[in-house]
């Protein structure tokens, strides 16, 4: 017996709530993560995507076993988009980390976190979401917000106690990130629900195993840790599966757009764990930039819903004159 129309609505309001809990978990975990990666001594980006991807792949496995998910896809467009999704995923949480080196975390987290219209915008070209005047002037606004929190010397002039190289590398780090994880969500979306969340993972963890090996033997930067930064490569590994695992679960349960603008929350964790551990208090111009990127990703939220509001109700008004006409 096919459910009726009232059990899909209830269906569709539960995978919202769903959908916005895994993002607000998936928030935090990152952000708890980026701390963690700051507190570390010696540790470097890729001894922690090392230890990230490896405990990913320990835990990622047996459940795919368990769950009888075949690694490889049946076809080879699935496997493809599988294998880019791992690749931009890994690069993406690696210019992440160095942009945590070279800025400060509140401000890295914010520029990352741009990747919210970055998504609308390649979901637009991609998935062929649509792309309203509304998500443009978004889409402005949090380029100004970037550069706010940014602050290039060639507007604002020096007012950094940063070098404008460490500012300019971490700026670009942040922005690449974004770029890289908005095409990462993409790919996630475009999978679907069809796609096991642990087949997803593990093709991140084993291109995320090879890509810090290579990195770090290119570097000459093997090397084995001591044992308080093998503590924090723990925890940040424990955090980070966390978080991509929240939210992958996520982006099965509600559209790319809605659950990457719960997520960009990130920012608020952020600067709150930036206050209190490192008392490190933003500029204006951050604070104003990170505010501003988020109001953004907040206007948009709203939007989406409204819009998807609106969607279900004509869908109700719909299926009720149907019913309707059948039983004249």
Known sequence: MAPD?????????CDKVMGFLFALLAASSYA??????????????DEIQFSRSL??????????????????AKDLKTNIILLFRG??????????????????????VSIVNTYVTLTGLFACICLKERCSLLD?????????????????????????????EHITAGVLLAFGSAVLASITIVCIRKLGSEIHFS??????TWIGLAFSLASAFSKGALSIPCTHDLIVLFLSAITGISGQM?????????????????????????????LIVF?????????????????????????????KTNKEDKTDSTSIDNVALKKQ
């Open 87 to 108: 690749f931009t995923g890994v690069v993406a949480n690696w210019t992440r980390f160095y942009a945590i080196l070279f800025i400060p975390l509140g401000d890295a």
């Open 55 to 72: 405990l990913q792949y320990i835990l990622v496995l047996p459940i795919a076993t368990y769950k009888k998910k075949d690694i490889i």
């Open 199 to 204: 087949v997803s993972m593990f093709h991140y």
């Open 5 to 13: 129309g009232h059990e899909c609505s209830e269906t569709i309001k």
């Open 246 to 274: 929240f939210m992958t679960l996520a982006l099965q349960k509600d559209k790319a757009g809605q659950v990457v603008v719960v997520q960009s929350t990130e920012i608020i964790f952020a600067l709150l764990l930036q």
């Open 32 to 45: 708890v993560s980026g701390l963690i990666f700051k507190l570390a001594k010696d540790a470097g980006a």
């Open 136 to 164: 443009a002037l978004l889409s402005i606004l949090t380029f100004v917000g970037l550069l706010l929190v940014a602050r290039p010397s060639f507007i604002f002039g020096n007012i950094s106690t940063e070098t404008p």
């Open 279 to 307: 008392r490190y208090y933003p500029t204006l111009t951050s604070l104003i930039g990170s505010l501003l990127i988020f109001g953004c990703s907040f206007v948009l939220t709203l939007k989406n819903t409204r819009s």
